[in-house]
């Protein structure tokens, strides 16, 4: 989504690189977001300094990967709360949080509401 959304921006001219780093980075969250979640992590997968990968990230998208990281956490949350009857623990043990009390912490931050008051604004949805 993140791709499709970078490709309909107009584009100052960057490197060819840029673009397939960023597709390889956005490839590598969505293949290993569950159980990692730190940007030296997907730098050293990709043969990038942190600082590479941000200033990469940062050209092509105005965000840091540290942002495009918590995005995806969070869409994926998102994703689990409003299409399963899974617990909010159960989603914060499969997105590869230990604790679900700083699951539910990292959720309210970013979306300014509890993962269980995300859901019970979305009923429609459900399917169960």
């Known amino acids: 989504m993140l791709i499709s959304l ?3 921006q107009p584009q100052e001219s960057q490197p060819p690189a840029y673009s397939t780093q960023l597709d390889e980075f956005i490839e590598l969250i969505e ?3 569950h ?3 730190q940007v030296s992590y997907y730098a050293d997968r990709l043969h990038l300094s942190n600082y590479q990968l941000n ?3 940062k050209k092509m998208l105005n965000k840091t990967a540290s942002e495009i990281i918590n995005e ?3 869409l994926e949350a998102k994703k689990y709360l409003i299409t399963t009857p899974m617990q909010v623990n159960e989603i914060a043990y499969l997105l590869g949080y230990q604790d ?3 699951f539910i912490r990292f ?3 970013h979306t300014h509401h509890s993962p269980e008051m995300f859901r019970k604004n979305y009923p429609e949805v459900l399917p169960y």
């Open 6 to 8: 970078y490709r309909l």
């Open 31 to 33: 293949s290993h977001i």
């Open 35 to 37: 159980e990692h979640k």
């Open 55 to 57: 200033h990469i990230t």
């Open 72 to 74: 995806h956490i969070i």
């Open 100 to 102: 679900p009390s700083y």
């Open 107 to 109: 959720f309210k931050k």
